[in-house]
């Protein structure tokens, strides 16, 4: 299914970073008829299902700021990164509650369904890499760059680290729309199709005011905390097949 995230990240200080997000999972479906059988339905579903959300980062950047080194010298110290892959999975529970109505033909039923959902996500993953050049500019000793090792902090370094549950674990809710359609397969079975939106109320997001990926020799800061506002705003198309018993 396609995540439509609302996602506020990367001003154009990032512009050769790019960014991609999805969402996949499954979900089981249980549902109690509310009204007498007919052509028209009425039913309570309730939905428990995973899914993982994924946002990643790739490319490269460069920014520059004037600092003072150890000997009190003032320069401007400039941070170059390549090669970066930055890949972040937040792994969620979902529990949504519905009400459909299904208006039943011979072959086929159309369905309509509105309800909420809460979701908590209970573990998550980050895994980064990038190389990285700190380099220094001093004009006042004539037009001198250091970006060797074993100066000062400049130098090549690799930096970036693979660890669970770095960011925290958030809860999510809000409400959801479906439309859709089923095709009757044989007696009591039923292939649906439908689509459905859900729009959340929770501001997800960590981020960290004037963020910047490096400054310190070997440090990294995720990507992740450059996101502004993240907010479930999304749009799937689901393909299930119903069993009525």
Not at 4 to 9: E, I, R
Not at 95 to 108: C, D, E, G, I, L
Not at 155 to 170: A, H, L, P, Q, R
Not at 204 to 209: E, L, R, V, W
Request: charged share 15%; aromatic share 20%; net charge neutral.
């Amino acid at each position: 299914s396609p995540l439509l995230f609302d996602l506020k990240s990367l001003t154009p200080y990032f512009e050769n970073i790019k960014q991609n997000a999805f969402t996949a999972g499954f979900s089981f479906l249980y549902g109690w008829l509310l009204s007498k059988p007919s052509m028209n339905k009425f039913y309570l579903n309730l939905k428990p299902g995973y899914f993982m959300n994924y946002i990643g980062f790739k490319g490269s950047n460069f920014y520059e700021y004037q600092s003072i080194d150890t000997d009190n010298d003032t320069y401007t110290r400039k941070i170059s990164l390549t090669n970066l892959e930055e890949n972040n999975f937040f792994h969620c529970v979902d529990f949504p509650v519905t009400f459909s109505y299904v208006r039943n033909f011979t072959n086929y039923a159309l369905s309509i369904e509105v309800g909420g959902w809460v979701n908590y996500s209970f573990m998550n993953t980050h895994k980064s890499i990038a190389n990285v050049l700190y380099s220094g500019y001093y004009p006042q000793y004539w037009d001198l760059t250091i970006d060797k090792n074993g100066y000062y902090d400049f130098g090549n370094y690799v930096i970036g680290e693979t660890k669970s549950n770095k960011f925290t674990n958030y809860l999510d809710y809000g409400a959801l729309v479906s439309i859709g359609g089923m095709y009757k397969l044989q007696a009591g079975l039923y292939l649906k199709m439908d689509f459905t939106y859900r729009n959340g109320l929770v501001d997800k997001a960590s981020y960290i005011q004037d963020y910047q990926p490096t400054k310190e020799t070997g440090q990294y800061l995720p990507f992740f905390y450059s996101i502004s506002q993240w907010k479930t705003n999304n749009a799937n198309i689901n393909i299930s097949v119903i069993k009525k018993i």
